[in-house]
């Protein structure tokens, strides 16, 4: 008999992770299936951003097994590192736009980079992305005059671009006020469930699990558990 199960698009066993010179998470064992939304928590220093660049092939995997949209991250070589992180969306704290160029110019940039050679057809994905995150009024705005807000939007925006399936957000709301914020998780949350897109989402700060129910995993003391 045949038996379907959701697809894990992570999926972590026994994984150490951290600086060759330090583990900073050991035996960690972890697995999101795809559409899902998961919140990554703990303390600043608890490890949450090096398990989030281990997963998008910016820190190594140093033990154990680790897949990421189908990639084994135990063998995946220096050169297939860039075709992983076409298929993930990142979004971090700090936006990383070009603050000097459009907010089109930086979406049309990735789709330039990812192989889309045809003008229109880029422009059209441009429009389409920013429409969804309502920032089509702002498609020739520089990014340095828009609000962290916006910004953050334009990030999300970018992230959608080539459809990924997995969108790893590194702290979205930490330079956002509270109404920025909330708009900024609904957000994310809405894209991951029209576009069956898993979410996983690291963040400190408690409110932010309040704005709605999903998996909560807490990175602290060199491991992760999932909170009940
Ligand atoms: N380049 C580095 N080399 C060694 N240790 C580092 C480096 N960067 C961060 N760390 C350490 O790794 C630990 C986890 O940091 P991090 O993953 O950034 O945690 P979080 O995102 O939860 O705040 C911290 O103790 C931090 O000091
Ligand atoms: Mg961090």
Same mark, same amino acid.
């Given at each position: 008999?045949?038996?379907?199960?959701?697809?894990?698009?992570?999926?972590?066993?026994?994984?150490?992770?951290?600086?060759?010179?330090?583990?900073?998470?050991?035996?960690?064992?972890?697995?999101?299936?795809?559409?899902?939304?998961?919140?990554?928590?703990?303390?600043?220093?608890?490890?949450?951003?090096?398990?989030?660049?281990?997963?998008?092939?910016?820190?190594?995997?140093?033990?154990?097994? /680790?897949?990421?949209?189908?990639?084994? *991250?135990?063998?995946?070589?220096?050169? #297939? %590192?860039?075709? =992983?992180? @076409?298929? &993930?969306?990142?979004?971090?704290?700090?936006?990383?736009?070009?603050?000097?160029?459009?907010?089109?110019?930086?979406?049309?940039?990735?789709?330039?980079?990812?192989?889309?050679?045809?003008?229109?057809?880029?422009?059209?994905?441009?429009?389409?992305?920013?429409?969804?995150?309502?920032?089509?009024?702002?498609?020739?705005?520089?990014?340095?005059?828009?609000?962290?807000?916006?910004?953050?939007?334009?990030?999300?925006?970018?992230?959608?671009?080539?459809?990924?399936?997995?969108?790893? /957000?590194?702290?979205?709301?930490?330079? *956002?006020?509270?109404?920025?914020?909330? #708009? %900024?998780?609904? =957000?994310? @949350?809405? &894209?991951?469930?029209?576009?069956?897109?898993?979410?996983?989402?690291?963040?400190?700060?408690?409110?932010?699990?309040?704005?709605?129910?999903?998996?909560?995993?807490?990175?602290?003391?060199?491991?992760?558990?999932?909170?009940?």
């Amino acid at each position: 008999m045949h038996i379907e199960l959701a697809k894990d698009i992570i999926s972590l066993r026994n994984a150490d992770m951290g600086y060759p010179d330090r583990r900073v998470l050991t035996e960690v064992n972890f697995r999101m299936s795809e559409a899902e939304f998961c919140y990554l928590v703990g303390h600043t220093g608890s490890g949450k951003t090096s398990l989030l660049k281990t997963l998008y092939g910016a820190l190594p995997l140093l033990d154990g097994d /680790a897949t990421v949209c189908d990639y084994d *991250l135990k063998t995946i070589k220096e050169n #297939e %590192i860039p075709m =992983l992180r @076409r298929k &993930i969306g990142m979004v971090f704290q700090d936006f990383n736009l070009f603050e000097d160029w459009t907010a089109h110019r930086n979406l049309d940039f990735v789709l330039k980079a990812t192989d889309w050679t045809d003008a229109d057809k880029r422009r059209h994905r441009v429009e389409e992305c920013l429409n969804r995150v309502r920032l089509s009024d702002k498609s020739e705005i520089e990014v340095y005059k828009l609000s962290g807000g916006q910004k953050q939007k334009l990030a999300i925006a970018r992230a959608i671009l080539n459809h990924s399936k997995l969108i790893i /957000a590194d702290e979205p709301t930490g330079n *956002l006020d509270v109404k920025s914020t909330d #708009e %900024i998780l609904y =957000l994310l @949350r809405d &894209i991951s469930q029209e576009y069956n897109a898993g979410i996983l989402l690291a963040t400190h700060d408690q409110r932010v699990l309040k704005k709605f129910t999903a998996r909560v995993y807490r990175c602290e003391h060199e491991g992760i558990v999932e909170e009940m």
